[in-house]
């Protein structure tokens, strides 16, 4: 066995938490954790949220986010105890033995700085090289990265740059002291899927022709499949299962594993088109206050009392505006909105009651769609009141009814939304939906801000409420596996128009145009070496154009 | 009540024996408010506590009927400069548009004039009467509360709740009402402790300028201008109303502190 370039043994690492109007409390964030990672090795760090994968990444620079303690164990680094090193040889060692690229590049540069002076700060810092060898390197960098015109990258700033390249400049800076161990801290979560794929690649590059070691975090296993060589599960600060790649795809040991490998797997059979949409839009364009470009241009779809609709697409697609348009709060430019036969006012001030009951909508982030001061069965129980005139006891009846219907039972109609999971508030969401006994609720991007298991638990009751109460859905989403999960007809978008349209089956069978082929093969798969075969066919392709 | 701290139970006492002594004034002062008692500014005795005024009028006396009239006037201001910017202030946010720029840019306007020469202008051309005063001081202070308001709500605004509400229908006085103040409330009270304060001063500082509360009536600010020519005889009279206005300050804000604790919980101030 090589000699580990980080060991940690029974790492533990606590924080005192300060909620408001309480007493501070201490937390254990990571309890007994220990890893080992030889030279040159990757090693995934996955689970959910609040599993403590960043904390345990950001350990092995023995840094801990304000407020947080690593408070037991040994962080062995090179073969030196780090976790009570001294803040001097800290700050020797991080940016030269360790580095770290953070998720969100965008609010990691200083936007007032060009490129290059940030890449190399960290190597000039420490007296590695001379500043010409430093620019040379990080050209060197910026080409294995595939980044565009290598030579002149480094003049441009942070905002002439798209995201994905932004997030591989930053993996050139983490890359350019030559470090024995560079972290990834979710470095392709916040990209879109077409995106994702070639930093994706360039990251699994450059690692092989540096020879550096990594810890790569996430929380997505499809994508940690393709760069790690070992995976270790994390859940709730503790260790789950640690073992290959190949041995957690394909044998996980634990229960918990081998639900995370089986997420998305729900089986729903697509409905075909019958009788009169319940929704019907035709030649919808649109576009925000003074701007001179259509955001939306004409867009034409129809949904079907009971089914799924979603639109799928990437940022910027025009999804979400479209949403907007139906709800009432973007009146088309052009373009008209048919619902249940009757034609819909385009503005929400010209919608009748009824109109507005039918049609409800469901939000992305469930923190921000609730009254924090209001208790769940006031967010419930309004649109009772005001569409129904329910009141007293009939009222709270009904919230404990439809908190029954979405698998919350007793005793949280008294509570505030910040004393609920993020699942459970989605759940209200819905319920607060599900009130005004709608025929059509649009679904924006609702599960994409949720851990892959808590999504599948929504998803599921999502297809049961269907059934039962055979209300009809626009799916917002850009996520494919949802997509195969519970859609009836699909719509693609891209740049504002719809790229592709029909049912489930006709979109998912090829042949395919450019886009959608794009879009598709660009959703990671829970298999190995999905990467390179994916890479490889599109050279092919493109060789063979 | 239970888990108040110390510092706020301190704090509370206080402002309870504060309002207590400004309600039940004549039962509690030893003398009546104008009687000449003794002579032009005795000593402290077991006769007058705090010594006789200008005078010679019980200090005490003056400061108990004092303290009446500067709460009293204070605190209806800042219910009336509370209650009309908070309103203002959130309906320009609702709205937003023409209805915000008309209301903000004449807020702006009221608010580029110093406040104190403003109300210097207006009282010394209205009758200088208790309603007169409050009007003035409340409708001067609104503009401030309107700024912060408006500011707070235009944030809550945006929020996904409201829009929320919106698309169910609900019109701009349950939006106002139900999910903008709740959710602006933290920073409205910290206000509030703030403005009371500035209040009490304010009235003070219009009675020392003689356009406040007119003689006989005692307030704090014009016991300090009937005594200030003391301050050179070595007569502490005129410091008196500086520490009542002190200790006042500190109480309230450490009131105002503890309540803001206990808004800020979104838990609905329980387990706290």
């Known amino acids: 066995m090589a000699e580990a370039l980080l060991e940690i043994n029974n790492l533990r690492i606590e924080a005192t938490v300060y909620a408001p109007g309480e007493k501070p409390r201490n937390a254990v964030i990571v309890d007994d954790v220990s890893l080992r990672l030889e030279p040159g090795k990757v090693m995934g760090l996955i689970g959910e949220s609040g599993a403590g994968k960043s904390t345990i990444g950001l350990a092995a620079l023995a840094y801990g986010r304000g407020g947080i303690r690593l408070s037991g164990g040994k962080i062995m680094l090179n073969g030196r105890e780090i976790r009570r090193a001294s803040s001097t040889e800290l700050r020797g060692l991080r940016g030269r033995e360790v580095t770290y690229v953070a998720q969100s590049a965008a609010a990691a540069f200083n936007p007032a700085k060009r490129l290059m002076e940030q890449v190399i700060e960290a190597t000039l810092k420490h007296n590695l090289m001379p500043k010409t060898e430093a620019e040379a390197r990080a050209v060197e960098l910026f080409r294995t990265l595939s980044l565009p015109e290598p030579e002149s990258f480094g003049q441009r700033y942070p905002h002439q740059v798209s995201g994905g390249q932004l997030q591989r400049a930053m993996t050139a800076m983490a890359l350019c002291p030559k470090p024995d161990l560079v972290i990834f801290d979710e470095p392709t979560t916040a990209l879109d899927v077409t995106t994702q794929i070639d930093v994706l690649a360039a990251i699994k590059t450059a690692i092989a022709t540096s020879g550096v070691a990594a810890l790569y975090i996430t929380h997505d296993l499809a994508v940690v499949a393709q760069v790690s060589d070992e995976i270790m599960v994390l859940r709730g600060g503790q260790l789950v299962e640690h073992g290959t790649v190949q041995q957690i795809i394909e044998e996980p040991r634990e229960d918990y594993t081998r639900a995370l490998v089986s997420v998305h797997k729900i089986d729903h059979r697509e409905k075909l ?69 009757n034609p819909l006012p385009g503005a929400l001030k010209d919608r009748s009651r009824e109109e507005l009951r039918q049609l409800q909508m469901i939000y992305q982030m469930a923190d921000v769609a609730m009254n924090p001061r209001q208790t769940i069965a006031t967010i419930i129980g309004r649109p009772l009141e005001f569409y129904f005139n329910m009141r007293g006891r009939e009222r709270d009846a009904r919230v404990q009814e439809l908190l029954d219907a979405i698998e919350l039972g007793e005793g949280y109609a008294d509570r505030y939304p910040a004393e609920l999971s993020g699942g459970q508030k989605q759940r209200v969401c819905i319920a607060r939906a599900l009130a005004a006994k709608p025929k059509l609720i649009i679904c924006d991007e609702v599960t994409s801000a949720l851990d892959p298991l808590v999504a599948d638990g929504i998803l599921k009751l999502l297809l049961n409420l269907q059934k039962r109460e055979g209300v009809a859905y626009l799916f917002i989403t850009h996520d494919i596996a949802t997509v195969r999960a519970i859609a009836d007809s699909i719509a693609v978008m891209y740049q504002g128009r719809v790229q592709r349209y029909g049912t489930k089956t006709e979109v998912l069978t090829p042949p395919f145009d450019d886009y959608t082929d794009l879009l598709l093969s660009s959703v990671p798969e829970m298999e190995l070496g999905w990467l390179e075969r994916v890479l490889e066919h599109r050279r092919m392709e493109s060789a063979g154009n | 009540m239970k888990g108040i701290p110390l510092a706020a139970l301190l704090g509370l006492i206080i402002t309870i024996l504060f309002f207590l002594m400004a309600i039940f004034a004549p039962l509690i002062a030893p003398y009546g408010m104008s009687e000449t008692v003794g002579d032009v500014w005795e000593p402290s005795s077991s006769q007058f506590w705090l010594g006789t005024d200008n005078i010679g009028r019980d200090l005490l006396t003056r400061m108990i009927y004092g303290g009446r009239t500067t709460i009293f006037v204070a605190s209806l201001a800042t219910i009336l400069s509370f209650t009309l910017g908070a309103v203002l202030g959130f309906t320009a946010a609702v709205y937003g548009g023409l209805v915000d720029q008309v209301m903000s840019r004449t807020n702006d306007l009221v608010m580029s004039i110093p406040t104190l020469i403003f109300a210097l202008v207006v009282l010394s051309v209205m009758p200088v009467t208790l309603p007169v005063l409050i009007l003035v001081m409340g409708l001067l202070d609104s503009t401030r509360v309107f700024r912060l308001s408006r500011a707070v709500a235009v944030d809550i605004n945006v929020m996904d709740f409201v829009e929320a509400a919106r698309l169910r229908g609900e019109g701009q006085r349950w939006v106002i009402f139900r999910e903008i103040l709740p959710n602006a409330l933290s920073p409205l009270v910290a206000e509030l402790g ?79």
């Open chain 2, 194 to 272: 703030l403005r009371f304060i500035f209040a009490i001063l304010f009235i003070s500082t219009l009675s020392f300028l003689g356009l406040g509360i007119q003689p006989p009536g005692a307030d704090w600010g014009g016991i300090v201008k009937e005594n200030r020519e003391g301050i050179v005889y070595g007569i502490s009279a005129a410091l008196y109303p500086a520490v009542a206005i002190v200790t006042l300050a500190i109480s309230v804000n450490l009131v105002a502190d503890w309540a803001l604790n206990r808004t800020t919980s979104l838990k609905g101030g329980r387990g706290g």
């Open chain 1, 273 to 341: 088109p019958e009788g009169e949409p319940i929704l019907r839009a035709e030649g919808i364009t649109a576009r925000y206050g003074a701007m001179n470009e259509d955001v939306l241009s004409d867009v034409s779809v129809d949904l079907y009392a009971g089914q799924t609709l979603a639109l799928v697409g990437e940022s910027g697609s025009g999804k979400s505006t479209m949403a907007r348009v139906i709800t009432g709060l973007l009146p088309p430019r052009e373009g008209t909105l048919v619902f249940d036969g």
